[in-house]
């Protein structure tokens, strides 16, 4: 029987996975065999007779499960970019295995007492600051995850646990089924007036795969809200594609209902964060966040709220002007702005207000030029980064493409791994991950992937992006520098290994430079003749910036909001599995976002991120880390924009770091005081002085 290709470190560049040597038979044994040698390098730290400190017991569970790692690495990126049934099969049988084995790491009294004697000792210890770092990271891990509770209570948190890892696991899979069935095949192609014949044709390859010859297939994203909802002319077919979103997991296919799967998730959380000491779940997972509590949480949101419901309401009634007007016009009767018209009326607003449409500038956001002209191009101007692709390592996808990255003084530094287009095997949303984590104890360079949802076309055809798609390359681009520029010591200190209210602080500040003139006016090139974009089209791109965000704000804080509310309830508040909804209304009547024209981003039955996505009560992260991020664009442009200079201060003090140090000491340390929330609101037009034009 051939070795299992997770049982030694990649020979390839970078340790990258050898994807072309790894099949679905790999994967249990893999899992196996790792939790079984970490169980033994564990068992060694336990045993040794040597008295517990920094070398035998914190480096050496550092060093330990590096098999598991990999396999881990591999298998659940794969599961969300690549998956299949087996590969589904398997995350259901292993997610409570793993779930028990790591609550037999951070459950053994015996190895907490090594951990916990050597942190006693933690200042006489003259350990480096990334050591104590360290140090602090793995003792504050033991005790959140119960080390401290006694033998009744550990058992009863390992069964909730276990629960937890099935639940989650089902409800991702219930939102991905959901997601593929609930797509929209249209029979006639007059319906689809309004969209391109780049999109139609996307549209009907997408019916050939299903073996839907002849139709048009309108797959949904992981938003309530979806993007085909801007550019359709006919109304019916918005309407069903809206409810077909909606509808995703609510309890109106009992084959991928997630109802019953949020009530018995938030009992637990519940339950566990009482076990373990805490008012609620919420309190629990804030403690260890940059905000520290719920109270610091709604602050936030509850304050901004207002505001940019205000500004939605504006605009509605401005969209609604519209609609009458039309109606007049066309001598129909007119109608109430509803969900699935917003998208639609919006671009006409824009239109009315900044005289262009996204029709007009969709030819000069052609995908290779986005990526090489800006966002690589960015990247090298701020960091000295150069990418070349490598067409000799393997993928696990024919669309997968992988670069190698160079640092300014040429050394080899990292690769980088672009999975951009949609596949109906394939989690929704954008998002960053990790193959390989960077290390120096372990020489290990990073290899970080970004994964987008970008419908591709049919061949020969231009992949044009909306500028919505150009802000999300830049983002999840942020995320992945963040992972190439780490320069740390420790794999559990690497690179994106931060609270969540801090992780996304890189990628939402690097989201600016899609917008910097400078760099736009780079990479905003028409994809046939390689024209600039046109001064004064470019003029009208950059001035409708701000427009829109009461709608894009207000639907973000209702999700963050309903994150919020689910999740400060006690055991007794959890609601039956048939309250889900009326909880879910009730709690954005509560929050004073209840307004029905702008439903949440995510709607309970499919918040990926909150259910099954690691952003239990974090999903306000996104905000939060949206202050520091706006801050640093404002220091930035203060101090001349897209130079070296700039980029080099932000990876000395933020991004080379990890986790290095605290995260609010870094940003501290980098823009010279505490954060604050003005330049956000201003970038997002919810000043005063911002709303006009």
Not at 375 to 399: I, N, Q, T
Not at 522 to 529: N, V
Request: proline fraction near 5%.
């Amino acid at each position: 029987m051939p070795e299992n290709p997770f049982s030694h470190p990649s020979t390839l560049p970078y340790q990258m996975p050898p994807f072309d040597r790894v099949g679905n038979a790999d994967y249990r044994p893999g899992f196996e065999a790792g939790m079984r040698q970490q169980r033994e390098e564990v068992r060694q730290i336990v045993e040794n007779a040597a008295a517990a400190d920094f070398q035998n017991t914190l480096l050496a569970l550092e060093r330990s499960g590096l098999m598991l790692n990999r396999v881990s690495s591999v298998f659940f990126n794969l599961n969300a970019s690549n998956t299949d049934a087996e590969m589904q099969a398997i995350d259901s049988e292993i997610a409570p295995k793993l779930q028990a084995h790591e609550d037999a790491i951070f459950l053994d009294a015996a190895l907490f007492a090594r951990v916990a004697a050597v942190y006693q000792r933690r200042a006489t210890l003259n350990l480096d600051p990334e050591s104590r770092q360290l140090l602090d990271r793995y003792y504050i891990e033991f005790v959140r995850a119960g080390a401290r509770l006694g033998d009744a209570d550990k058992a009863r948190l390992r069964d909730i646990n276990g629960e937890l890892s099935s639940l989650t696991t089902l409800f991702k899979q219930n939102v991905l089924k959901a997601t593929k069935s609930g797509a929209v095949i249209v029979d006639n192609v007059a319906e689809l007036d309004g969209m391109s014949a780049v999109q139609i044709g996307a549209a009907a390859a997408a019916a050939e795969a299903r073996g839907l010859s002849g139709k048009w297939v309108i797959a949904l994203q992981n938003t309530t809200n979806q993007p085909p909802l801007a550019q359709l002319k006919n109304r019916a077919l918005r309407e069903r594609i809206y409810r077909a979103s909606r509808a995703r997991c609510n309890g109106s296919d009992a084959e991928c209902d997630n109802t019953a799967v949020i009530a018995k998730i938030v009992r637990l959380r519940a339950e566990r964060a009482a076990l373990l000491g805490y008012a609620n779940h919420a309190a629990y997972q804030l403690e260890d966040e940059s905000a520290g509590t719920p109270a610091a949480v709604h602050k936030i949101l509850s304050e901004l709220a207002p505001v940019a419901l205000a500004r939605a309401r504006q605009d509605a009634a401005d969209m609604q002007k519209l609609i009458d007007a039309e109606a007049a016009a066309n001598h129909t009767a007119s109608f109430e702005l509803q969900p699935w018209d917003w998208a639609f009326y919006s671009d006409e607003l824009r239109r009315a207000r900044f005289d262009f449409d996204q029709a007009q500038v969709k030819p000069y956001f052609e995908l290779e030029h986005v990526l090489r002209d800006g966002v690589f191009y960015s990247a090298r101007e701020l960091y000295g980064l150069e990418f070349r692709e490598r067409h000799d390592l393997p993928g696990y996808h024919p669309d997968v493409r992988v670069f190698e990255v160079f640092d300014a003084d040429g050394a080899p530094l990292a690769l980088f791994v672009g999975d951009y287009f949609a596949r109906d095997n394939k989690q929704g949303g954008a998002w960053m991950n990790n193959f390989v984590r960077q290390s120096k104890l372990f020489g290990m360079k990073p290899v970080v992937a970004n994964n987008t949802n970008i419908p591709k076309p049919q061949p020969g055809q231009p992949t044009l992006l909306t500028f919505e798609e150009v802000i999300t390359l830049f983002h999840e681009f942020g995320h992945a520098i963040h992972g190439i520029l780490s320069n740390v010591q420790y794999a559990m200190l690497s690179g994106t290994s931060l609270p969540r209210d801090f992780v996304e602080y890189p990628s939402q500040y690097n989201e600016m430079w899609a917008r910097e003139p400078a760099v736009l006016a780079h990479y905003a090139r028409h994809y046939q003749t390689g024209a600039p974009m046109p001064p004064e089209l470019l003029a009208k791109v950059l001035a409708a910036q701000k427009f829109d965000q009461g709608y894009a704000t207000t639907e973000y804080l209702a999700a963050a909001l309903l994150d919020q509310s689910w999740h400060r309830i006690k055991v007794d508040e959890a609601p039956a599995a048939a309250d889900v909804a009326q909880f879910e209304a009730a709690a954005l009547r509560a929050n004073g976002v209840d307004y029905p024209v702008i439903p949440p981003r995510y709607h309970s039955s499919y918040f990926m991120h909150v259910f099954a996505g690691g952003y239990s009560a974090g999903y306000y992260a996104y905000l939060w880390s949206e202050v520091l991020a706006r801050d640093t664009g404002q220091w930035m442009q203060a101090r001349g924009g897209l130079t070296r200079a700039n980029g080099d201060r932000l990876r000395e003090k933020v991004l080379s770091r990890g986790r290095s140090d605290d995260p609010q000491t870094m940003f501290r340390n980098f823009y010279g005081g505490p954060p604050e929330i003005g330049p956000l609101l201003e970038y997002r037009g919810l000043t005063a002085s911002a709303a006009t034009g």
